[in-house]
């Protein structure tokens, strides 16, 4: 019995890579369909904070994140747009990571096409060019918004646009979010939420989403959405299930794999040492 | 765009995806040329969006359109002036680059960290405290003290001046379970995070297995496969040592 | 010489610290139009610094193949992987989209960039999974708390995790997914916060030796 | 210069407020009170960039719900309402500002004019008139105007307790670094290190070599640095006991330090001659690759010690498991609080954050190592003190209802 636990331990690893591959297919081919309930207080606490703006608030959207992180983050970035634009919000997304410029643009090719057919580019939302530097941008807003933002990403002037009537910077705005898988949330809210007194909220990535637990604790944080997770529970607040939903179903069978794994491992282990 | 593009954008999706995930069974060419490729292209992307959203209108147009700024050439030479690094005899040259930039980032921080990560964390640890009675209020109060608690203790655990004996040392045990508290937590999401990731891929390979895509997952799989085989046989090594990679 | 080489950055470090520190305690229109000017400029150096990392990777890889060393050839792929991007991004203006088309450089990031980025960090799943099994060891108290920290959350977050709590735990009352609220609601709060405030008081001590010219680490040896 | 008017307006208001009981006789019970704005005041907003003005005019017994406060601005010529407040709220206690830049406790009413809101062309320095006009259904009066010039203002008190706190750290700063030129500071015995004298007596015993890895961080950070000290430490050791030593590296410049580092290290034990240049040897400069390849290597080998102390990112996983899996004692440290918890499980000792800069500065003795450890013991020694002390008195607070001493403590510790 001894020598066949010392076997199953030593196992070649492409057969545990292997049945993770089966674990997650699966559910993409057949899905579950099990209800995502309980929905985070953080998430909660960001759909109520849009809720509350009345029609015609402005939302500054900040999208910080590239492909690496994208299936975590693009369905947090969809739901918080439908949400806004049937709200009747006025967005302007903007954009500190290279790598997240062509991400902007899909979501601008999605939102006439399904997120929101009747909002026109220019009265109801904006999407301004990327910038290098994240501090000068975030600290540049809270003052004048034009001397950094002269134009929008296609070189149009967007002082005139109507989407900009009576923003001159942060404090004529409702809300700030800023969507990423990097340390940028921490700079919004330092260089930006705190510094302007200015309402921030914001989407990260799973693995960071347990260092913001302090900001939310003190509302420096106004809401917060935590990788699929986050994005799943936020389209169930809306009521309109997509990328999110199915993809936490499909990790439903991955998630309790590691568990099994680890438990097994031990007990084999602590087999070996004392049987 | 047209639509036999699409579908042929799918093919190298798919491809691409698949040589990078084969370095799971072996590392192999098609894993390495598809790793080389990724650092140009990232490169590449960046250096075209800096092109054209910072060099062009920023620098380029104020030097030579009509509302002419000259001052954009100060940022301009600070910035060429880091690329002096790789020269050395005028490596010195881009210290006035970092040095702005050091500077400014310096003094944009200090303040704000005092202010956020500082001032508001210590009021954030008070603020549970400021209830109006004790009534009605008793699950905050315990929460509230748990994190004062824990918060005292974690930096007992990161003090260096004092020998760890005696009441210093409980402290800092204690806090070190809070640690793992967190470290438990973050793991697990962890866990999730790099599922979702691994979901996403799995999604667009079902995607671009479908019939509109003529079938492109299940093709190229076939094909890495067959080649797997036909290496394995041509090179006949002892497969032990492979299996670590 | 001495003094151009490293007297007058360490001047120009220092003056910009102060001023830019001195700008948040000051709220005058002079310091905040010094703050405006910075801001535009620290922008379009940061656009230069770009750059290094560029010329890092050219220069590595120009080396691997004038000498020969051996995969040289894959080095070749950094080069067409990034004129892949340049040359069509130069075609189409550095514009993605055309009205609602997707321009080449568009269908470059989608199909290329986009696949190649995000499989990368996905390959780690794959690796948390076996080291979960080969490495995870819980052989102290410590370990173990940490191990029942990650189930619950493990479970918490997916549907069947939480039905299956429901099922053997339901008699206690609780929700798994409450406990996991309340993991990150207090617990992490504490052990989280510890670790912030050592960091926010070594990024201010750094900051303040890089003003004051005592760390040149950065600036290389002259 | 504020405080010295409020006191006056006070006065006046309690003056005006008795003088306005006493004189109104019986017979005006029924008609509804009518409040007295002779307090009404428009002064520029403190602290600002002179963008605001503050209007302020005494809460009186006419403020019953219903009855508004309609504020009205104006260039020169037309009035422009400025905003319509109901008599109940806007009170000098609801305003945002800390106690020693704001008396929150006045019984006055208190409305902040945003001037470019209302006047687009607005330049600070402008004169504006001020009035307000108390109307409850038909009843209404309305206020004297006040002229004022809102001007910007050269500190701004409201960040005073922000600007404290960084002095004292400069002074602390200027303290330990001097101190610990003079003759060094007192560090205690860091754990970790203990273990690695263990994992090199193992090697020794085993006659395996150690694997040592200084992260994919570059060589100007702060944790590579610690890194490469905690190297010269084990290289002493391993050249005293000659163990086989091996070090792969991500950064070119990384492995010329550490070259220097370790030969040093075996001429200070005067082993010189067992010293080989290939100890230090350059893999990759690709993350993934690197990974694989040290994988490897250790799985070949089979080494008795692993090393794991530097910046790491997502790699820290794949090196961690195989060392793990070979059995060899492993010690790690990284500043990276993602990657903690994969080193947690897998090794078995890990230095967590801080205390791999601690280990840096005890090993190395380098005063600027050393004085920034002191800074941040001085900082936590702050904040545990603060925390501790602030929860009691503000627990206290809420007992006895000390509501002067509750807010005292809320706005020392906030950001403003």
Redesign the interface.
Same mark, same amino acid.
């Given at each position: 019995m001894k020598n066949f636990i010392e076997k199953l331990l030593k196992i070649d690893r492409r057969l545990i890579f292997l049945t993770l591959t089966l674990l997650l297919f699966i559910p993409i081919v057949r899905p579950l369909g099990l209800p995502n309930k309980n929905i985070g207080t953080e998430v909660k606490g960001l759909y109520d904070r849009i809720e509350s703006l009345p029609p015609g608030s402005f939302i500054l959207l900040s999208i910080d994140y590239d492909p690496g992180t994208r299936p975590e983050l693009h369905p947090q970035a969809i739901a918080v747009l439908r949400h806004a634009f049937r709200k009747d919000l006025r967005v302007g997304m903007l954009t500190l990571i290279a790598g997240a410029t062509g991400l902007v643009e899909e979501l601008a090719e999605r939102i006439p096409k399904d997120i929101a057919p009747d909002k026109v580019y220019g009265k109801d939302y904006v999407i301004l060019p990327y910038q290098p530097n994240p501090a000068a941008v975030m600290t540049q807003v809270g003052m004048d918004l034009y001397k950094i933002y002269d134009t929008d990403r296609n070189g149009l002037p967007i002082k005139d646009m109507e989407v900009m009537k009576g923003i001159r910077n942060v404090k004529d705005m409702g809300l700030g979010i800023c969507i990423t898988g990097t340390a940028l949330l921490d700079s919004w809210v330092a260089l930006t939420g705190d510094r302007y007194k200015f309402p921030f909220a914001g989407g990260c990535t799973a693995v960071s989403q347990m260092g913001y637990a302090p900001y939310l604790q003190t509302g420096q944080l106004k809401g917060l959405m935590g990788g699929m997770k986050g994005a799943a529970d936020y389209e169930g607040l809306i009521g309109h299930k997509e990328k999110g939903t199915s993809g936490i179903d499909a990790l439903n069978l991955a998630h309790l794999m590691v568990i099994g794994l680890i438990v097994m491992a031990n007990i084999m282990m602590l087999w070996l040492k004392y049987l | 765009m047209s639509e036999t593009m699409m579908i042929f954008g799918g093919w190298v999706a798919a491809g691409l995806t698949i040589f990078l995930f084969s370095f799971l069974y072996k590392d192999n060419p098609f894993f390495k040329i598809a790793e080389h490729l990724f650092l140009g292209a990232g490169m590449g992307w960046v250096f075209q969006t800096v092109l054209f959203k910072t060099w062009i209108p920023k620098v380029w147009m104020p030097l030579t359109q009509a509302p002419y700024d000259f001052s954009v050439l100060i940022p301009a030479l600070l910035g060429l002036s880091l690329v002096t690094q790789f020269f050395p005899k005028i490596s010195w040259v881009s210290r006035y680059g970092f040095t702005f930039i050091m500077g400014y980032g310096s003094g944009l921080v200090i303040p704000l960290t005092i202010s956020t990560d500082f001032l508001n964390q210590i009021g954030g640890t008070l603020t549970p405290f400021m209830v109006t009675s004790f009534a009605g209020n008793w699950l905050q109060l315990l929460n509230g003290s748990i994190i004062a608690v824990g918060f005292i203790c974690v930096l007992f655990y990161f003090f260096f001046s004092v020998e760890h004996k005696g009441a210093v040392k409980k402290a800092s045990t204690v806090g070190i379970y809070f640690l793992m508290l967190y470290f438990g937590a973050a793991f697990g999401n962890t866990v999730m995070g790099r599922f979702s990731l691994l979901y996403g891929r799995f999604d667009d390979l079902y995607k671009y297995s479908g019939g509109k895509y003529f079938y492109a997952t299940h093709v190229i799989l076939a094909v890495l496969v067959i080649y797997f085989i036909v290496d394995h046989f041509r090179t006949k090594k002892p497969a032990i040592e492979e299996e670590a990679a | 010489m001495i003094l151009i080489k490293k007297y007058i950055p360490l001047a120009l470090c220092f003056l910009f610290g102060v001023l830019t520190l001195g700008s948040y305690y000051v709220p005058t229109a002079a310091s905040e139009n010094y703050m405006e000017a910075m801001n535009q400029w620290e922008n379009i150096v940061a656009g230069f610094a770009f750059l290094l990392g560029l010329f890092g990777l050219f220069y590595s890889h120009y080396n691997k193949i004038t000498r020969k060393v051996d995969g040289w050839g894959y080095s070749l792929f950094v080069y067409i992987g990034f004129f892949m991007m340049v040359i069509p991004a130069i075609l189409s203006e550095g514009k993605i989209m055309e009205g609602t088309t997707l321009t080449s450089i568009g269908w470059g990031y989608r199909f290329i960039y986009n696949a190649l980025a995000s499989t990368m960090f996905s390959v780690l799943a794959f690796y948390i999974v076996s080291t979960a099994y080969r490495a995870f060891r819980i052989k102290s108290a410590q370990a173990a708390v940490l191990f029942v920290a990650a189930l619950i959350v493990i479970l918490g977050k997916v549907p069947l995790g939480q039905m299956l709590w429901d099922t053997t735990l339901g008699w206690t009352g609780t929700q798994v997914s409450g406990i996991v609220q309340w993991l990150m609601d207090v617990p992490v709060v504490a052990g989280r916060r510890g670790i912030m405030m050592g960091l926010a008081i070594g990024g201010i001590v750094t900051g303040l030796k890089i003003i004051f010219g005592i760390e040149r680490q950065y600036m290389g040896r002259d | 210069m504020l405080n010295k008017r409020l006191n006056l307006t006070i006065f006046s208001v309690l003056f005006a407020a008795s003088a306005v009981c006493a004189a109104t006789p019986a017979s005006q019970k029924n008609a509804p009170p009518v409040p007295d704005l002779s307090g009404f005041q428009a002064v520029d907003m403190p &602290?600002?960039?002179?963008e605001a003005v503050l209007l302020t005019w005494p809460v009186t017994p006419a403020d019953v719900p219903g009855a508004v406060y309609q504020v009205y601005a104006s260039a020169g010529k037309d009035w422009v309402k400025a905003a319509e407040l109901p008599a109940a709220s806007s009170l000098a206690s609801e305003v945002?500002l800390p106690f020693w830049a704001w008396k929150r406790d006045a019984a006055l009413h208190a409305f902040q004019a =945003?001037m470019?809101?209302l006047f687009p062309g607005f330049k600070?320095g402008d004169g504006y008139s001020f009035k307000v006009k108390y109307v409850n259904g038909k009843t209404s009066l309305e206020s004297a105007e006040a002229k004022v010039a809102p001007k910007?203002?050269? %500190?701004?008190l409201n $960040?005073v307790?922000?600007?404290v706190? @960084?002095v004292t #750290?400069?002074v602390v700063?200027f303290w330990t /670094?001097s101190h610990a030129k003079r003759k060094g500071?007192? #560090? $205690? $015995?860091?754990a970790g290190l203990d273990a690695i004298d263990e994992a090199i007596g193992r090697a020794t015993e085993m006659g395996r070599p150690i694997f040592y890895s200084t992260g994919i961080g570059s060589?100007?950070m702060?944790p590579t640095?610690a890194s490469t000290s905690i190297l010269a430490e084990v290289a002493k050791k391993v050249a005293t006991y000659d163990t086989q030593l091996k070090v792969p590296h991500f950064d070119p410049i990384v492995m010329t330090v550490s070259k220097e580092i370790v030969k040093q290290a075996y001429t200070e034990v005067n082993r010189l001659d067992s010293y080989r240049d290939d100890i230090n040897f350059f893999v990759t400069? +690709?993350q993934?690759?690197f990974a !694989?390849s040290v994988?490897?290597m250790i799985? $070949?080998e089979k080494p008795a010690a692993c090393f794991f102390i530097g910046h790491f990112m *997502?790699e820290s @996983?794949?090196l !961690?498991?195989?060392g793990?899996?070979t059995g060899a004692i492993q010690i790690a440290g990284t500043e990276q609080?993602?990657q903690?918890? %994969?080193f947690?499980?897998?090794c078995d000792y890990t230095l967590?954050? =801080?205390?791999l &800069? *601690?280990a840096g500065a005890y090993l190395s003795k380098e005063p600027?190592l050393q004085s920034?450890?002191? /800074?941040? +013991?001085f900082?936590?020694?702050f904040?545990?003190v !603060?925390?501790?002390a602030?929860?009691v008195l /503000?627990?206290a607070?809420?007992?006895y209802k000390w509501d002067t001493m @509750?807010y005292v403590?809320?706005h020392l %510790?906030?950001? &403003?």
């Open positions: - | - | - | &602290y600002d960039k002179g945002e =945003e470019p809101a600070p910007a203002n050269f %500190f701004n $960040r307790n922000n600007f706190l @960084l #750290i400069i700063f /670094v500071l007192f #560090i $205690r $015995r860091i060589m100007s702060v640095i400069q +690709d993934f690759s !694989a994988d490897g799985h $070949r *997502a @996983l794949l !961690a498991e195989v793990a899996t609080e993602s903690l918890p %994969f947690f499980t897998s967590i954050g =801080e205390e &800069y *601690a600027m920034t450890l002191k /800074v941040q +013991d900082g936590k020694a904040v545990m !603060a925390v501790a602030g929860s /503000v627990l607070g809420t007992i @509750l403590v809320k %510790f906030k950001g &403003y």
